[in-house]
């Protein structure tokens, strides 16, 4: 293939919550999608239009791309112009990336290559994360090159998400997106292909500065989260109304304090700072040590229903939300699910009612506990003896609060001030 081919075809490796999205975007804007994911239930679902988890305005676009045969789903990987990996990029050891997905999918890549592909790193990951996939490549095809513009070269580029679940659909198309490739031709390449489906401004740079940005977007946020998290245990040990608090503070013209939680959770605040971290673990005091204030708060959350559970024979909690965050099923890194799996072990003689309006069968980590059940919303506040909401999903902000009077109420999101 000739480097300066149009990228028609691309293959999608990984079809979760943001290699999916993506998929169906470059679909819909013209390109022929072929999406690889290593479960089959998904490679079927997809090539029935049906999505395997909750984003809202995906099934519709899905539908629609598949129909028109753009956008199809497999198991093997297959030839295409570009690929675009968006696969997990999970914790090993002292919380250092593990990189063996990254690697499974290059490997998975690289006999399919004639020269002149773009080889898409999205996956959020440590710097140096693209070097190496295009390294694990290269070793594999000694006849490549990535040194640009010749017959024989390859385009390694990193375009790192930044995008808010339960709106995936509009900021993967309207946010503006940091493309750093590991040659300026790559980072090109890699802007052209971006530019058919985003509206947003495209920012090139080098592969480990936009890896470096996407983990810096986030420690900035969980460094602020764990201010308000400490803030809020302080508060509350002071008599203080921490959400009064911060509203009151966030008056000042340069202050902007976000809300405490029960945690820090999800696929990208919880995890990426821990990638700067293990990337330079002498200099990173102040993101380790929020890191472990967001890590420490739901042990907090626990003490306090387990001190409040004391007054009762057999208590029964009502566990409001086990979601990362609200109006969406991702349960990954979530600490109101660890949480309500924790009360079910220390709860002596509880139950657990757990209501997440998202999903319809409690998750794996559940198994093998006999006084946890999913709940409707009413029925669990009726059989309650302690209502805990730990996340503000649209159903529990309008739910009528007379029926919380004679109930203890932990509320560890402010939804109910």
Same mark, same amino acid.
């Given at each position: ?7 028609? =075809? ?21 390109? @022929? ?14 090539? $029935? ?11 519709? /676009? ?10 199809? !789903?497999? +198991? ?44 898409? +790193?999205?996956?959020? $990951? ?40 339960? @709106?995936?659909?509009?900021?993967? /198309? ?30 090139? =740079? ?10 810096? *977007?986030?420690?900035? @946020? ?21 959400? %009064? ?53 739901? *042990? ?7 001190? @409040? $559970?004391? #007054?009762?024979?057999?208590? =029964? /909690? ?14 990954? %890194? ?9 009360? !079910? ?15 319809? $069968? +409690? ?5 093998? #506990? ?12 009726d059989r309650a003896d302690i209502i805990l909401l730990m ?9 009528? #609060? ?12 402010? +939804?109910? #001030?």
């Open positions: 293939m000739s480097p300066n081919t149009p990228l028609e =075809t691309v293959g999608v490796i990984g079809l979760g919550y943001i290699g999916l999205p993506t998929a169906a975007v470059l679909a819909q804007a013209g390109k @022929r999608v072929i999406g690889v994911d290593v479960k089959k239930s998904s490679v079927d679902a997809i090539n $029935a239009s049906q999505v395997p988890f909750v984003e809202e305005g995906l099934e519709t /676009v899905l539908a629609g791309v598949v129909a028109q045969g753009k956008l199809s !789903a497999q +198991l093997e990987t297959p030839e295409a112009d570009a690929y675009i990996v968006s696969v997990p990029t999970p914790f090993k050891g002292d919380h250092d990336a593990d990189l063996s997905y990254i690697e499974a999918a290059a490997n998975g890549i690289a006999p399919k290559l004639s020269g002149g592909e773009l080889i898409v +790193l999205e996956s959020t $990951a440590p710097p140096g994360a693209t070097e190496h996939m295009a390294k694990i490549i290269l070793d594999a095809r000694p006849e490549f090159t990535d040194e640009p513009n010749l017959a024989n070269s390859l385009y390694f580029s990193h375009a790192p998400e930044r995008v808010l679940p339960g @709106r995936i659909m509009i900021e993967m /198309v309207e946010n503006d997106r940091i493309i750093g490739g590991t040659t300026q031709e790559a980072a090109e390449l890699n802007r052209d292909l971006y530019a058919s489906f985003c509206k947003g401004e495209l920012l090139l =740079t080098d592969a480990k500065t936009a890896e470096m940005a996407k983990l810096t *977007e986030n420690a900035f @946020r969980d460094v602020n989260i764990a201010f308000a998290n400490e803030l809020s245990i302080i508060a509350e040990r002071q008599g203080i109304d921490v959400w %009064e608090l911060i509203e009151l503070a966030n008056h000042h013209p340069r202050v902007n304090i976000l809300q405490p939680g029960p945690g820090v959770g999800g696929h990208c605040i919880a995890v990426d700072p821990w990638f700067i971290v293990s990337a330079d673990r002498e200099y990173s005091k102040l993101i380790a040590t929020a890191r472990n204030v967001n890590d420490s708060k739901p *042990e907090h959350v626990i003490e306090k229903v387990l001190g @409040r $559970a004391d #007054r009762f024979k057999n208590p =029964t /909690v009502a566990a409001l939300g086990i979601a990362f965050k609200a109006n969406i099923d991702d349960l990954r %890194e979530s600490p109101s699910k660890d949480i309500a799996v924790a009360l !079910a072990d220390r709860l002596t003689g509880g139950t657990v009612l757990v209501v997440e309006p998202n999903i319809e $069968a +409690l998750p794996k980590e559940f198994d093998g #506990r006999d006084n946890v059940e999913l709940a409707e919303l009413d029925d669990a506040v996340v503000d999903h649209d159903s529990f902000k309008d739910f009528d #609060r007379e029926k919380l009077q004679e109930k203890i109420v932990i509320d560890t999101k402010g +939804l109910w #001030r």
